[in-house]
């Protein structure tokens, strides 16, 4: 998922392995750092068509800017509990992955998805977990409970990273304190907040974009994080530790979808396509570290990719993908964060 604009366009070329020569452009709105420039080079020299790459930090922002009105994107990222939010407010479009020719390649269980059930909306990107990271040079603990994120120690005072926006905290909040999802009772929600206000006076920054960073330079010696992007960090030879407490983690999963608005509808169709082709999934998932959903990706994975901690956890862990919340459920979030915020 996640860090600042970037732009990779190339002219367009002749079309090899066997593809038809295409002709125009794609613009993808993606999370930072989410979208490998190797990969876009190759779609475009095998496609012809010409790739703009723009980004942002949190599925809040992405739905605010559908529901602004922007257009000019063909191909957005949701996570799994925003694309029903799309779909009902007609942001995103039919396209019928299903009946794509590389679709044969989407692992079983990841076809026809809760958040997509007829499979004509979403094609995958990436899919992984949501917990905390820690500097090991740093901190005395070991990641075990979430307790150590929400309830720190006078040590990591000051030097606490969480994410800014709520989507993942608040869930991360209702896996540590037995608090179902999507809660519509305000005295739970009252729990959350009451824990997030206090958790506050140990927060240096609150930040989706630079983590590792705030880890590697030791201002931040815990911080939320996502398991692909701990490992981006941890590759850097930074001391970083991706935790997986006894509680359990957030799971997610990303799609590509098209915005309504899309001018490049075919175009977007012909990257669904090309992403459920197990050597460019996994050229995705070596760049990113998270898990994907393309049989036969394994065979192109490196050694480090395949023993990284970060994509092989625990057999035991408890991974809890987060529903999409009621109108209700959203505002009692709404407010706890407001007023942690505050």
């Known amino acids: 998922m996640k860090r600042v604009l970037t732009i990779f366009a190339a002219a367009a070329a002749m079309l ?13 709105y993606n999370w930072t750092e989410y979208t490998p420039p190797e990969l876009i080079a190759k779609f475009e020299k095998e496609s012809g068509i010409k790739v703009s790459v723009d980004t942002y ?11 602004a009105g922007a257009t000019g994107y063909d191909i957005v990222v949701p996570s799994q509990n925003f694309v029903p939010i799309l779909v009902k407010e007609g942001l995103i479009q039919k396209v019928g992955v299903h009946s794509l020719p590389n679709y044969k390649n989407l692992e079983d269980r990841w076809k026809k998805p809760e958040w997509d059930p007829e499979q004509e909306y979403t094609g995958p990107w990436q899919w992984g977990t949501t917990s905390f990271s820690y500097n090991s040079e740093l901190y005395s603990g070991k990641g075990a409970s979430l307790k150590e994120f929400f309830e720190p120690s006078d040590q990591v005072k000051g030097r606490l990273s969480v994410f800014q926006t709520p989507d993942e905290v608040v869930s991360l909040a209702n896996i540590y304190l ?56 941890r590759l850097t030879g930074a001391p970083i530790v991706y935790a997986y407490p006894k509680e359990g983690v957030v799971g997610w999963y990303d799609s590509m979808v098209v915005p309504t608005s899309a001018k490049n509808v075919e175009n977007a169709k012909k990257f669904m396509n090309f992403m459920m082709d197990p050597v460019n999934m996994a050229m995705l998932t070596e760049n990113q570290g998270y898990g994907d959903a393309v049989k036969g990706t394994a065979a192109y994975y490196s050694d480090e990719l395949k023993s990284a901690p970060e994509i092989n956890p625990p057999a035991d862990l408890k991974v809890f993908f987060a529903p999409t919340c009621s109108p209700k459920a959203q505002s009692l979030i709404d407010k706890v964060w407001t007023k942690v915020m505050q």
């Open 57 to 67: 930090d949190s599925n809040e922002t992405l739905l605010a800017k559908l529901q």
């Open 178 to 233: 037995g608090v179902p999802f999507c809660s519509e009772d305000a005295k739970q929600m009252k729990k959350i907040q009451d824990m997030l206000v206090h958790q506050k006076e140990y927060v240096v920054a609150y930040n989706s974009e630079t983590m590792s960073d705030l880890l590697a330079s030791g201002e931040a010696i815990i911080t939320n994080h996502w398991s692909g992007f701990s490992r981006l960090g």
């Open 16 to 28: 090899t392995m066997g593809l038809a020569k295409a002709e125009g452009e794609l613009f993808i």
